[in-house]
């Protein structure tokens, strides 16, 4: 397999190193009274809300989180390894904004067009999991987070990234997911979802977060700790800074984790930004940033813990040359890295927008990138003498049976997305480019494919327990759309 590498052993012995430091003198703060409670325990020095961390407790908690785990599919007959070397492509969380497959515009998102996208992504081969990708605005933000989960479950049957915004969401959402698998037990033996849990740069843990972390040891759901540090405004300008600051955010995260619940599944997560100071914005899809979301992913590695990053999304506001220039870099570099869990294909705007032609043309990327790591095979059939011998000199080789067998094996196939023909035939196929193209496909998907559906035990099972959630916040089920 081929791969990718920023930082030498020695880098990230160095910054393991720091990081220990900022957490012995420095500490976190943690604004979380059960999980302050469970640390004092542990032997924490513990100052108002500031916890500072011993170097064998965190060694301790490294040694306890799982190298990998499965994730499986609705129906718990498919499962994806995550860790290792494997590769995981979902769509990023949260976006606010959608572009408009019709007007082209960027809109606030509703939740039909969040259905689009989980539909499209359901039929996209090289995006192996969902996302609660956007944040309806026609659905009251109280629950919009176990909304976005019941789209999901509705209408794709792969595994998912998602999140909760408050702390009965994490809970309401795991008993969603419990409703659909046939239960607690069966949930924890056979995960179907990740849940995000991000600590706030620089070095905090809010209640909400905290108690996410504490609630998916507790439930035995794969945590998904992802610092999201700016550099040069919430994080050090240097990288290396920066890694230091986001790994000691993660250890205090895996200290918290594993002494909830020892063994719970964890993930070294990335969301870094270069802030730049001419426009005071974060830029997800600089190449600093990039670069910081594969080390910390080397990091993850260093510590033989699954490992996730935002990478394949772009800071454009339009389907460009910049957008797939930033989308390509971060796609093709996460997967040399060995980023288990990739998040970003389909967004723009740094994290703030989705969009259905951008993901059509990431999914060619991302099988462009899953080619890459395969490498090239240097064996006696691929080194192909009897047939180079059999063709000679002047000859050609495209009747021969050694390309017939051999062509798929060796070439990665994209769709007409990507444009290959000559210009000729490019003109006479109407001169379109490459997200004219997406958009056909995207609306041809949208208009032909039709996802697995949710039993109708399992969906009246979800749908019972989500109006129930309902009743609680007076939201009658009925007012919400797509139910």
């Known amino acids: 397999m081929v791969k990718f590498r920023l930082l030498s ?29 469970i640390l004092k325990e542990a032997g924490c020095s513990i100052d108002g809300n500031t916890v500072r961390m011993s170097s064998p407790l965190v060694k301790e908690a490294l040694k306890k989180a799982p190298e990998s ?49 989980v539909r499209l992504t359901d039929a996209l081969e090289h995006i ?33 990234v998602t999140g909760a915004f408050t702390k009965e969401g994490l809970l309401d959402m795991a008993g969603m997911l419990e409703s659909v698998v046939g239960g607690k037990d069966e949930l924890r033996e056979r995960p179907r979802a990740i849940f995000d849990c991000c ?23 794969p945590a998904d700790i992802i610092p999201a540090p700016q550099m040069g405004a919430t994080s050090p300008v240097t990288i290396a800074g920066t890694l230091v600051e986001a790994n000691a955010e993660f250890l205090s995260g895996a200290v918290i984790s594993q002494l909830v619940e020892p063994g719970t599944p964890i993930i070294y997560g990335g969301s870094p930004s270069a802030f730049d100071m001419r426009y005071a914005t974060a830029r997800l899809g600089a190449i600093e940033a990039i670069m910081a979301a594969c080390a910390s992913a080397e990091m993850g590695k260093h510590y033989g813990v699954p490992t996730q990053g935002y990478l394949g999304l772009s800071d454009s506001k339009a389907v460009d040359g910049q957008s797939s220039f930033e989308s390509g870099t971060g796609i093709l570099l996460a997967a040399l890295t060995g980023v288990n869990i990739v998040s970003g294909p389909g967004m723009q705007a740094s994290e703030n927008c989705q969009s259905l032609e951008k993901l059509v043309i ?28 059999k063709v000679g000199p002047g000859g050609h080789f495209l009747a021969e049976r050694h390309t017939r067998e051999n062509l798929r094996k060796e070439r990665f196939m994209p769709s007409d997305v990507l444009d290959r023909l000559s210009p000729d035939a490019w003109e006479l196929a109407g001169s379109l480019d490459s997200t004219d193209r997406a958009r056909e496909k995207a609306n041809k998907i949208l208009d032909e494919h039709e996802p697995a559906p949710l039993p109708k035990d399992a969906a009246d099972a979800v749908r019972r327990t989500l109006g129930k959630i309902l009743e609680r916040y007076n939201i009658p089920l009925s007012s919400l759309p797509l139910v």
């Open 9 to 37: 052993k020695e880098d990230k012995d160095a910054i393991h190193g720091a990081s220990l430091e900022v957490l012995e003198k420095t500490g976190v703060k943690v604004a979380n009274d059960p999980a302050l409670e």
């Open 362 to 389: 990431d999914n060619e990327y991302c099988g462009a990138a899953y080619r890459l790591i395969r490498g090239i095979n240097v064996d006696d059939i691929a080194l192909a003498t009897e047939v180079i011998t």
């Open 128 to 160: 192996h999991a969902q996302s609660t990708a956007m944040v309806p605005a026609d659905v009251p933000e109280i629950i919009s987070d176990l909304y976005r989960l019941y789209v999901v479950m509705r209408n794709s049957d792969k595994p998912i």
């Open 199 to 221: 600590p706030s740069s620089p070095l905090m843990w809010s209640d909400v977060t905290c108690q996410n972390l504490m609630d998916c040891a507790e439930h035995g759901i």
């Open 69 to 117: 785990f499965h994730l499986y599919t609705r129906d718990g007959s498919r499962q994806h390894t995550v860790g290792g070397s494997e590769v995981i492509y979902n769509p990023g969380s949260a976006a606010i904004y959608f572009i408009d497959r019709k007007t082209h515009e960027m809109r606030r998102a509703n939740a039909a067009d969040f259905r689009d996208l």
